[in-house]
Protein backbone atom coordinates (compact mmCIF):
# COMPACT_ATOMS: atom_id res chain seq x y z
CA UNK A 1 0.00 0.00 0.00
CA UNK A 2 1.75 2.96 -1.10
CA UNK A 3 -0.72 5.45 0.53
CA UNK A 4 -0.49 4.65 3.79
CA UNK A 5 1.69 2.74 6.85
CA UNK A 6 1.16 -0.58 8.14
CA UNK A 7 1.92 -0.26 11.74
CA UNK A 8 1.81 -3.50 14.42
CA UNK A 9 0.11 -0.38 16.81
CA UNK A 10 -0.81 3.14 17.03
CA UNK A 11 2.45 3.86 19.11
CA UNK A 12 4.86 3.44 16.13
CA UNK A 13 5.31 7.07 14.07
CA UNK A 14 5.64 4.59 10.43
CA UNK A 15 5.85 1.23 8.93
CA UNK A 16 5.81 -0.26 5.69
CA UNK A 17 4.36 0.86 2.68
CA UNK A 18 4.46 4.73 1.96
CA UNK A 19 7.14 5.63 4.45
CA UNK A 20 9.29 2.22 3.40
CA UNK A 21 8.80 -0.38 0.91
CA UNK A 22 9.50 -2.83 3.50
CA UNK A 23 10.15 -2.80 7.00
CA UNK A 24 11.65 -4.36 9.96
CA UNK A 25 10.56 -2.19 12.35
CA UNK A 26 7.03 -3.38 12.53
CA UNK A 27 7.31 -6.37 14.55
CA UNK A 28 11.17 -6.79 15.79
CA UNK A 29 11.76 -6.43 19.40
CA UNK A 30 14.26 -7.73 21.45
CA UNK A 31 13.91 -7.83 25.32
CA UNK A 32 15.54 -9.57 28.58
CA UNK A 33 13.97 -10.17 31.67
CA UNK A 34 15.53 -11.04 34.84
CA UNK A 35 13.77 -12.37 38.03
CA UNK A 36 15.32 -12.23 41.78
CA UNK A 37 13.81 -14.65 44.45
CA UNK A 38 14.75 -13.56 48.32
CA UNK A 39 13.34 -16.35 50.29
CA UNK A 40 10.17 -18.18 49.43
CA UNK A 41 7.80 -14.79 49.59
CA UNK A 42 9.25 -12.33 48.19
CA UNK A 43 10.53 -11.87 44.67
CA UNK A 44 11.14 -8.99 41.68
CA UNK A 45 11.16 -8.65 38.13
CA UNK A 46 12.66 -7.03 35.85
CA UNK A 47 11.99 -6.66 31.72
CA UNK A 48 13.47 -4.56 29.30
CA UNK A 49 12.49 -4.52 25.51
CA UNK A 50 14.11 -2.45 22.76
CA UNK A 51 11.83 -2.08 19.97
CA UNK A 52 10.68 1.03 17.89
CA UNK A 53 9.61 3.73 19.86
CA UNK A 54 6.95 6.64 19.08
CA UNK A 55 10.19 9.18 18.42
CA UNK A 56 11.62 6.69 15.89
CA UNK A 57 14.27 5.54 18.06
CA UNK A 58 15.38 2.48 19.49
CA UNK A 59 15.91 3.31 22.88
CA UNK A 60 15.21 0.46 25.84
CA UNK A 61 12.22 0.86 28.27
CA UNK A 62 11.72 -0.78 31.33
CA UNK A 63 8.48 -2.79 30.53
CA UNK A 64 7.77 -4.53 33.92
CA UNK A 65 9.96 -3.64 36.94
CA UNK A 66 7.99 -5.01 40.32
CA UNK A 67 8.32 -7.07 43.69
CA UNK A 68 5.93 -9.42 44.39
CA UNK A 69 4.85 -10.59 48.16
CA UNK A 70 3.27 -14.23 47.97
CA UNK A 71 1.04 -13.59 51.06
CA UNK A 72 -0.08 -17.00 50.62
CA UNK A 73 0.28 -19.85 47.81
CA UNK A 74 -2.85 -18.92 46.22
CA UNK A 75 -3.07 -14.97 46.86
CA UNK A 76 0.16 -12.50 45.87
CA UNK A 77 0.57 -8.73 45.77
CA UNK A 78 2.78 -6.67 43.54
CA UNK A 79 3.81 -3.30 43.79
CA UNK A 80 5.51 -1.17 40.78
CA UNK A 81 5.35 -1.82 37.02
CA UNK A 82 3.29 -4.56 36.29
CA UNK A 83 1.29 -5.93 33.33
CA UNK A 84 -1.99 -4.38 31.96
CA UNK A 85 -4.20 -7.98 31.91
CA UNK A 86 -6.52 -6.66 29.24
CA UNK A 87 -6.12 -9.63 26.63
CA UNK A 88 -5.69 -13.40 26.42
CA UNK A 89 -2.09 -12.44 25.20
CA UNK A 90 -1.68 -9.69 27.61
CA UNK A 91 1.05 -11.37 29.76
CA UNK A 92 3.35 -12.35 26.42
CA UNK A 93 2.03 -9.73 24.10
CA UNK A 94 6.05 -8.98 23.78
CA UNK A 95 7.04 -12.24 23.73
CA UNK A 96 6.00 -13.03 19.81
CA UNK A 97 7.16 -16.96 19.98
CA UNK A 98 4.41 -17.66 22.21
CA UNK A 99 1.41 -17.03 19.70
CA UNK A 100 1.01 -18.99 16.25
CA UNK A 101 0.26 -16.10 14.59
CA UNK A 102 3.08 -12.83 13.62
CA UNK A 103 1.51 -10.45 15.59
CA UNK A 104 -1.98 -10.84 17.41
CA UNK A 105 -4.87 -9.18 15.17
CA UNK A 106 -4.47 -5.31 15.32
CA UNK A 107 -8.03 -4.69 14.92
CA UNK A 108 -8.48 -6.18 18.51
CA UNK A 109 -4.89 -5.44 20.65
CA UNK A 110 -5.15 -1.37 19.08
CA UNK A 111 -7.91 -1.14 21.35
CA UNK A 112 -5.71 -0.59 24.23
CA UNK A 113 -2.32 -0.33 23.19
CA UNK A 114 -1.16 0.16 26.96
CA UNK A 115 1.03 -2.75 27.93
CA UNK A 116 1.31 -2.11 31.57
CA UNK A 117 0.91 0.03 34.91
CA UNK A 118 2.32 1.51 37.12
CA UNK A 119 0.21 0.75 40.80
CA UNK A 120 -0.53 -2.08 42.57
CA UNK A 121 -1.68 -5.17 41.24
CA UNK A 122 -2.69 -8.14 43.47
CA UNK A 123 -4.02 -11.93 42.40
CA UNK A 124 -6.12 -14.62 43.47
CA UNK A 125 -5.82 -18.38 42.36
CA UNK A 126 -8.19 -21.13 43.60
CA UNK A 127 -8.79 -24.68 41.82
CA UNK A 128 -12.04 -26.09 41.94
CA UNK A 129 -13.91 -28.62 40.00
CA UNK A 130 -11.02 -29.28 37.58
CA UNK A 131 -10.91 -25.38 37.21
CA UNK A 132 -7.82 -23.17 37.37
CA UNK A 133 -9.46 -19.75 38.39
CA UNK A 134 -7.75 -16.48 38.59
CA UNK A 135 -8.55 -13.21 39.55
CA UNK A 136 -6.31 -10.36 39.09
CA UNK A 137 -6.72 -6.40 40.12
CA UNK A 138 -4.78 -3.17 39.31
CA UNK A 139 -5.34 -0.25 40.70
CA UNK A 140 -2.66 2.88 39.09
CA UNK A 141 -1.51 5.27 36.39
CA UNK A 142 0.26 5.09 32.61
CA UNK A 143 1.58 7.50 30.32
CA UNK A 144 1.81 7.14 26.47
CA UNK A 145 4.02 8.89 24.04
CA UNK A 146 2.21 9.37 21.12
CA UNK A 147 4.24 9.55 17.40
CA UNK A 148 4.14 13.68 16.69
CA UNK A 149 5.23 14.17 20.63
CA UNK A 150 1.85 13.77 22.57
CA UNK A 151 1.21 12.03 25.45
CA UNK A 152 -1.33 10.00 26.98
CA UNK A 153 -2.17 10.23 30.64
CA UNK A 154 -4.21 7.59 32.41
CA UNK A 155 -4.77 8.67 35.98
CA UNK A 156 -6.95 6.65 38.68
CA UNK A 157 -6.84 3.56 36.34
CA UNK A 158 -8.41 0.45 37.55
CA UNK A 159 -9.05 -2.82 35.83
CA UNK A 160 -10.44 -6.14 37.03
CA UNK A 161 -9.91 -9.65 35.26
CA UNK A 162 -10.78 -13.02 35.54
CA UNK A 163 -9.45 -16.47 33.90
CA UNK A 164 -10.64 -19.84 34.07
CA UNK A 165 -8.64 -22.64 32.89
CA UNK A 166 -10.45 -26.06 31.84
CA UNK A 167 -7.89 -28.77 30.59
CA UNK A 168 -7.48 -26.88 26.72
CA UNK A 169 -9.85 -24.48 27.32
CA UNK A 170 -9.58 -20.90 28.28
CA UNK A 171 -11.39 -18.15 28.74
CA UNK A 172 -10.98 -14.89 29.55
CA UNK A 173 -12.34 -11.65 30.96
CA UNK A 174 -11.47 -8.05 31.48
CA UNK A 175 -12.74 -4.46 32.67
CA UNK A 176 -10.92 -1.50 32.60
CA UNK A 177 -11.87 2.29 33.53
CA UNK A 178 -9.63 5.35 33.39
CA UNK A 179 -9.66 9.26 34.17
CA UNK A 180 -7.37 9.74 30.40
CA UNK A 181 -6.03 13.23 29.45
CA UNK A 182 -4.16 14.41 26.04
CA UNK A 183 -1.49 16.76 26.12
CA UNK A 184 -0.76 17.79 22.67
CA UNK A 185 0.76 21.02 21.24
CA UNK A 186 -1.09 20.34 18.15
CA UNK A 187 -4.69 19.83 19.18
CA UNK A 188 -4.87 22.36 22.40
CA UNK A 189 -5.20 25.48 19.82
CA UNK A 190 -7.93 23.53 17.55
CA UNK A 191 -9.93 23.28 20.70
CA UNK A 192 -8.55 26.56 21.82
CA UNK A 193 -9.92 27.94 18.55
CA UNK A 194 -13.05 26.36 18.84
CA UNK A 195 -14.06 28.19 21.81
CA UNK A 196 -14.15 31.77 20.27
CA UNK A 197 -16.61 30.75 18.59
CA UNK A 198 -19.57 31.22 21.52
CA UNK A 199 -21.65 28.73 22.73
CA UNK A 200 -21.75 26.21 19.63
CA UNK A 201 -18.01 26.15 19.27
CA UNK A 202 -17.56 25.86 22.96
CA UNK A 203 -19.89 22.59 23.00
CA UNK A 204 -17.70 21.09 20.29
CA UNK A 205 -14.41 21.41 21.92
CA UNK A 206 -16.01 20.31 25.34
CA UNK A 207 -17.32 17.19 23.23
CA UNK A 208 -14.29 16.19 21.78
CA UNK A 209 -11.42 17.50 24.20
CA UNK A 210 -9.57 14.94 26.42
CA UNK A 211 -8.92 16.20 29.67
CA UNK A 212 -9.92 14.05 32.67
CA UNK A 213 -12.45 12.31 30.32
CA UNK A 214 -13.65 9.05 31.34
CA UNK A 215 -12.45 5.49 29.41
CA UNK A 216 -13.91 2.31 30.00
CA UNK A 217 -12.87 -0.86 27.90
CA UNK A 218 -14.72 -4.54 28.29
CA UNK A 219 -12.88 -7.83 26.58
CA UNK A 220 -13.91 -11.13 26.32
CA UNK A 221 -11.30 -13.51 24.67
CA UNK A 222 -12.05 -17.71 24.73
CA UNK A 223 -9.11 -19.95 23.15
CA UNK A 224 -9.07 -24.12 23.15
CA UNK A 225 -5.87 -25.65 21.90
CA UNK A 226 -5.53 -29.50 22.23
CA UNK A 227 -2.04 -28.85 21.10
CA UNK A 228 -2.23 -30.32 17.11
CA UNK A 229 -4.68 -27.71 17.02
CA UNK A 230 -6.29 -24.28 17.91
CA UNK A 231 -9.16 -21.80 17.77
CA UNK A 232 -9.70 -18.89 19.33
CA UNK A 233 -11.50 -15.40 19.49
CA UNK A 234 -11.26 -12.34 21.49
CA UNK A 235 -13.93 -9.63 21.47
CA UNK A 236 -13.52 -5.90 22.40
CA UNK A 237 -15.44 -2.83 23.07
CA UNK A 238 -14.12 1.04 24.30
CA UNK A 239 -16.29 3.72 25.42
CA UNK A 240 -15.34 7.29 25.89
CA UNK A 241 -16.73 10.85 25.48
CA UNK A 242 -13.88 12.30 23.77
CA UNK A 243 -11.97 12.38 20.52
CA UNK A 244 -11.70 8.54 20.09
CA UNK A 245 -14.95 7.82 20.92
CA UNK A 246 -16.61 4.29 20.63
CA UNK A 247 -14.53 0.99 18.91
CA UNK A 248 -15.15 -2.45 18.99
CA UNK A 249 -13.26 -5.12 17.87
CA UNK A 250 -13.41 -8.81 17.14
CA UNK A 251 -11.62 -12.01 15.15
CA UNK A 252 -11.72 -15.47 15.21
CA UNK A 253 -8.59 -17.60 14.37
CA UNK A 254 -7.90 -21.51 13.68
CA UNK A 255 -4.98 -23.29 12.73
CA UNK A 256 -3.40 -26.53 11.84
CA UNK A 257 0.58 -27.41 13.18
CA UNK A 258 2.11 -29.65 11.20
CA UNK A 259 5.76 -29.94 12.87
CA UNK A 260 6.76 -26.32 13.33
CA UNK A 261 4.64 -24.72 10.42
CA UNK A 262 1.36 -23.95 11.55
CA UNK A 263 -0.93 -22.63 8.87
CA UNK A 264 -3.85 -20.44 10.38
CA UNK A 265 -7.07 -18.71 8.92
CA UNK A 266 -8.31 -15.56 10.58
CA UNK A 267 -10.66 -12.71 10.03
CA UNK A 268 -10.73 -9.57 12.10
CA UNK A 269 -12.88 -6.82 12.13
CA UNK A 270 -13.10 -2.86 13.40
CA UNK A 271 -15.40 -0.79 14.07
CA UNK A 272 -15.46 2.65 15.17
CA UNK A 273 -18.23 5.70 15.86
CA UNK A 274 -18.21 8.86 13.74
CA UNK A 275 -15.83 9.49 11.87
CA UNK A 276 -16.34 12.93 10.68
CA UNK A 277 -18.59 16.08 12.74
CA UNK A 278 -20.20 18.70 10.29
CA UNK A 279 -18.44 21.21 13.01
CA UNK A 280 -19.84 24.59 13.11
CA UNK A 281 -22.80 25.89 10.82
CA UNK A 282 -20.74 28.07 8.62
CA UNK A 283 -23.95 30.24 7.62
CA UNK A 284 -24.50 31.41 11.14
CA UNK A 285 -20.65 33.13 11.33
CA UNK A 286 -20.16 36.40 9.60
CA UNK A 287 -17.98 35.81 6.39
CA UNK A 288 -14.56 37.58 8.03
CA UNK A 289 -14.81 34.47 10.21
CA UNK A 290 -16.08 31.63 8.04
CA UNK A 291 -12.66 30.65 6.50
CA UNK A 292 -11.28 30.18 10.36
CA UNK A 293 -14.44 28.33 11.21
CA UNK A 294 -14.06 26.56 8.05
CA UNK A 295 -10.43 25.56 9.03
CA UNK A 296 -11.33 24.57 12.10
CA UNK A 297 -13.99 22.26 10.87
CA UNK A 298 -11.06 20.50 8.52
CA UNK A 299 -8.53 20.34 11.74
CA UNK A 300 -11.40 18.00 13.44
CA UNK A 301 -12.70 15.76 10.87
CA UNK A 302 -9.11 15.03 9.67
CA UNK A 303 -8.43 13.81 13.29
CA UNK A 304 -11.62 11.67 13.47
CA UNK A 305 -10.78 10.19 10.17
CA UNK A 306 -7.56 8.62 11.73
CA UNK A 307 -9.81 6.38 14.27
CA UNK A 308 -9.67 2.64 12.93
CA UNK A 309 -12.60 1.39 11.02
CA UNK A 310 -10.95 -2.00 9.23
CA UNK A 311 -11.01 -5.42 8.34
CA UNK A 312 -8.40 -8.13 7.64
Do not use: C
Amino acid sequence: EDQADFTSTILKPNGAGYTHIWSADVDSLIGGQVTANFGSQLSAVLQVIVEQNYDNSYQPHVEWANVQYQLTPNFSVRAGRTVLPTFLLSDTRKVAYTYPWVRPPVEVYRLVPVTNIDGVDTRYRLHAGGIMNSVQANYGSANIKLPGGATIKGKQAWSLSYTAEYHDAILHLAYQSARVTLESDSVKPLFDGFRQFGPAGIALADKYNLDSKPFHALTVGVAYNPGQWFVMTEWGHTESSFLYGSGTGWYVSGGYRLGKFTPYLTYARATTDNLSDPGLNLSTIPPSLAGTAAGLNAGLNLLLSTKVAQHT
